[in-house]
């Protein structure tokens, strides 16, 4: 697979099939977000200049792509009762899985970055 700007491409024997990194974007957003302690999703970056360059295209998932693999970043608020290791390992199983089993891309790595603490402890049952 070669990175173009905004997408990934696999090499087939009859054809390239090219994917967009929003639709990437959009699945490893969904799988986190159906992991119970997950708050809310949270911008990549808290420099004011980088909010303002990326505006509503910061969904909380970063990707990147070296040849074949990709590696992912996830920004996340958690709930404070939530069990960080526990979550964390969810979130990077969900994610790992939904990625290649849709997109049969290989993940190389999900790193997880719990941004902030939701006190409010309305997590979802």
Same mark, same amino acid.
């Given at each position: 697979m070669a990175?173009?700007?905004?997408e990934?491409?696999?090499?087939? $024997?009859?054809?390239?099939v090219m994917y967009?990194k929003?639709? &990437?974007?959009? &699945?490893i957003? +969904?799988a $986190?977000?159906?992991?119970?302690? @997950?708050?809310?999703?949270?911008?990549?970056?808290?420099?004011p200049?980088?909010? +303002?360059?990326?505006?509503?295209?910061?969904n909380?998932?970063?990707?990147?792509?070296?040849?074949d693999?990709? $590696?992912?970043d996830v920004?996340?608020?958690?709930?404070?009762?939530?069990n960080v290791?526990?979550?964390?390992?969810?979130i990077?199983?969900?994610?790992?899985?939904?990625? =290649?089993?849709m997109?049969n891309?290989?993940?190389?790595?999900v790193?997880?970055? &719990?941004i902030? @603490?939701d006190f409010?402890? =309305?997590?979802?049952?």
């Open positions: 990175e173009m700007e905004n990934i491409e696999e090499e087939r $024997t009859a054809g390239k967009n929003d639709i &990437i974007k959009s &699945i957003s +969904l $986190t977000k159906e992991i119970n302690g @997950v708050a809310t999703m949270n911008k990549t970056s808290q420099n200049i980088v909010k +303002l360059v990326r505006g509503k295209n910061d909380g998932v970063k990707v990147s792509s070296n040849g693999e990709v $590696t992912i920004y996340i608020n958690i709930f404070s009762n939530a290791k526990e979550i964390s390992w969810r990077q199983e969900n994610i790992r899985t939904s990625v =290649q089993s997109m891309i290989k993940v190389k790595a790193n997880i970055n &719990i902030d @603490v409010s402890n =309305q997590e979802r049952e």
